[in-house]
């Protein structure tokens, strides 16, 4: 009877053991990767682990807010993490990533100097991410339906959608804007003639008041579903990144349906956005994340990432090797107009912070 | 004799006054103690353990973090940066700042429309369940049950693709519609996606099956000599129900609305993806605050605000549900 016991207890104990035995197991030789859902090559990680022997685990995220909060939060066991380059000012503040040893990356030499600049305004010297892929904010419009509502319609312009008449008559195919304030609040800025990276909080309420009259007209703010709506019709003018226009229309196509989008950088200036990846400051595995950083910026290994998600990477001697009909569409690669109208917004200090915050919850639910 | 009959079958049997252990010369005070009431204690133990450490703990590091300063550190907060320990701004926003109070008043009425429509739908359905066969009932009940076989994401976006204006389901409704209502009058498409409607209609399904079992159980137990005895006395079945029926199933309304009602309130994925942004639930507001403001002693702080509305139900519901229960014993 007592003997059984201790038996019990004996297993029991070793269960309870488990989890900690097999990580310190599979630290031996891993790195523990932490990004985006899809937004790698699709053979990318098999093979670095068949030329490296150091195998690859790669968790996802479905939202910017989710990886952030966890890594706010840290103690993450994670060795390499992509993260947007506009949020990067506070997670370096906070101590989350450590400095990246430029020397230590083979390909660093074939980084895109434009792409280096925009990421260094978020982050000195680049000295704390390494670019991965980059892109612009705009409108993905469904031509179709936009032009049977607005046939002589400017869709460079941002007047399409903030000028109340046009939205009104947008209405009913379906307006979203992206919920992300760092994204659409400096682009209206700029639509106002303002400053997109002023300091004065108070030229927010200008925005708020810009949205005010066509927040009726807007039918949500999201950064995701549109994904599915736009290819279903069920959204017509639509706030998106500019890679996730591709990803609607393929999505289009498989399920075969007829549609006719196109995406316009406003011609009142966008943000630009930079994806960088980097090294958490408790990262287990650094020299297992250099290895991988160092496989990943090889020309031809970054092209087929990019042939994948559809989003250009920031290596300019991967450019060629990039599947034609990505490198020369001007939404993914830009041309130099549509370069031109691109910046990188200035990090936000706490107090614009609140501001833009408040400004957004006022938008949202006003109208 | 107290304790004998627990003593271990193979202990020795002399004298029980006895001081020295009694399993051998090696048995420590935790010994005994396992061998005479550990398993009892164990397995009554492991529900408060359970609750200590996922829920007092975790409530005690929420409340805790409501009283936080929030700070560009990680993680983003930090006590006693402004002098005092407690940081109070938190809680004076809650009250100043016209959206959270206005997030809980949209919160806790959309609930209670969908626990009083859940209701006026699954009460029925309860009773119908109760006076049908065993064999056609055990096929009711799993029918029931059904839908939580699918995931319940899956099942909002079967919802979404039905609403959406260019699914068969809206063009369907609207030309119903248009051939109703005067030609000037013809819409292209209804807009029941990201209304608060849909939020409502969504809600329901959801939760129709929180509802309908807890009252199926109730009314099943009751005495249908009891309706016989009415219908003796000259009640009408209207009667019968209104006098009989639906008193003695209050406990299982109670039950099944506080199931649905607490849900309901904090629910964030159905206002999420069908609802109006414009009339934002209060778990939006708590997902917000903490992870695009990053302002986590604000989530924290709605949060407790939430769990105290929602506990002061709760603990009436146990007031009244033990006040019954000392009726009931008292009655015969």
Request: aromatic share 12%.
């Amino acid at each position: 009877m007592k003997f059984n016991r201790r038996q019990t207890f004996a297993a029991l104990g070793a269960t309870l053991a488990m989890p900690y035995v097999r990580p310190s197991w599979a630290q031996a030789g891993s790195v523990n990767i932490y990004n985006w859902a899809d937004y790698i090559g699709e053979t990318t990680l098999e093979d670095f682990e068949t030329k490296t022997g150091i195998k690859p685990v790669y968790d996802t995220y479905a939202s910017a807010e989710e990886m952030q909060a966890k890594m706010l939060a840290g103690q993450t066991g994670y060795d390499v993490v992509g993260h947007s380059g506009l949020n990067m000012p506070q997670m370096i503040a906070a101590g989350v990533y450590q400095p990246i040893d430029h020397g230590r990356i083979a390909n660093w030499k074939d980084m895109d100097p434009d792409v280096l600049a925009m990421e260094a305004v978020w982050d000195k010297d680049n000295a704390h991410g390494v670019p991965y892929m980059w892109g612009s904010v705009g409108v993905t419009y469904n031509l179709d339906m936009v032009k049977e509502r607005l046939p002589d319609a400017d869709l460079n312009s941002l007047d399409v959608i903030f000028k109340p008449e046009n939205a009104a008559k947008l209405a009913d195919c379906g307006i979203s804007l992206l919920d992300s304030p760092t994204d659409v609040i400096p682009m209206a800025l700029r639509y106002l003639g303002m400053d997109g990276d002023t300091t004065n909080v108070d030229d927010y309420k200008k925005v708020v008041e810009l949205l005010k009259p066509i927040r009726k007209s807007i039918r949500t703010f999201d950064n995701t579903n549109y994904l599915n709506a736009i290819p279903n019709g069920e959204l017509c003018a639509v706030n998106t990144w500019s890679g996730d226009y591709l990803v609607a229309r393929s999505r289009a196509k498989d399920a075969g349906v007829d549609i006719n989008l196109a995406y316009f950088v406003p011609k009142t200036g966008a943000p630009a956005w930079v994806d960088v990846l980097a090294l958490p400051s408790d990262a287990k595995n650094v020299e297992n994340g250099y290895a991988f950083l160092n496989f990943l910026m090889q020309p031809e290994v970054i092209a087929a990432c990019s042939d994948f998600t559809g989003y250009a990477n920031a290596s300019l001697a991967a450019t060629a090797l990039v599947k034609e009909s990505i490198r020369t569409d001007p939404a993914v690669y830009p041309d130099a107009t549509v370069k031109s109208r691109l910046w990188a917004p200035k990090p936000y200090n706490e107090d614009q912070d609140r501001a833009m915050t408040r400004a957004w919850t006022e938008i949202k639910t006003g109208g | 004799m107290p304790g004998s009959d627990l003593a271990p079958p193979s202990g020795p049997t002399d004298s029980p006054r006895q001081d020295g252990p009694r399993e051998g010369p090696h048995e420590g005070p935790v010994a005994r103690w396992f061998n005479r009431r550990g398993w009892s204690d164990l397995i009554t133990g492991i529900p408060f353990f359970w609750l200590f450490f996922f829920f007092l703990i975790p409530f005690v590091i929420v409340v805790a973090m409501s009283f936080a300063t929030r700070s560009p550190t990680s993680p983003p907060f930090s006590f006693g940066l402004d002098g005092g320990l407690l940081d109070f701004r938190s809680y004076a926003r809650l009250f100043s700042d016209q959206l959270y109070i206005r997030a809980l008043g949209i919160s806790l009425w959309m609930a209670a429309l969908s626990t009083v429509l859940c209701l006026l739908i699954g009460y029925p359905m309860a009773l119908a369940l109760t006076r049908l066969s065993p064999s056609v009932r055990t096929i009711m009940l799993m029918l029931v049950i059904l839908p939580f076989w699918t995931s319940f994401l899956l099942r909002v976006y079967a919802w979404m693709g039905l609403m959406g204006t260019n699914s068969w389901f809206n063009r369907g409704l609207t030309a119903l519609y248009n051939m109703v209502v005067p030609a000037d009058w013809a819409l292209r498409s209804i807009q029941m996606m990201n209304t608060n409607f849909a939020v409502v209609v969504v809600m329901v399904y959801s939760y129709l099956p929180f509802m309908v079992l807890p009252l199926y159980a109730n009314l099943e137990r009751l005495d249908m000599t009891l309706n016989e005895a009415a219908e003796d006395l000259g009640s009408r079945p209207w009667q019968v129900f209104r006098d009989v029926t639906l008193p003695l199933s209050i406990p299982g309304i109670i039950a099944g609305g506080l199931l649905v009602f607490i849900p309901v309130s904090g629910e964030l994925v159905v206002p999420g993806l069908v609802g109006n942004p414009s009339n934002p639930m209060i778990g939006r507001v708590i997902s917000d605050e903490f992870a695009s403001a990053r302002d986590w002693p604000m989530a924290a702080t709605v949060a407790v605000a939430l769990l105290v509305l929602l506990v002061g139900p709760m603990m009436a519901y146990s007031h009244f549900e033990n006040r019954a229960q000392t009726r009931r014993e008292e009655a015969p």
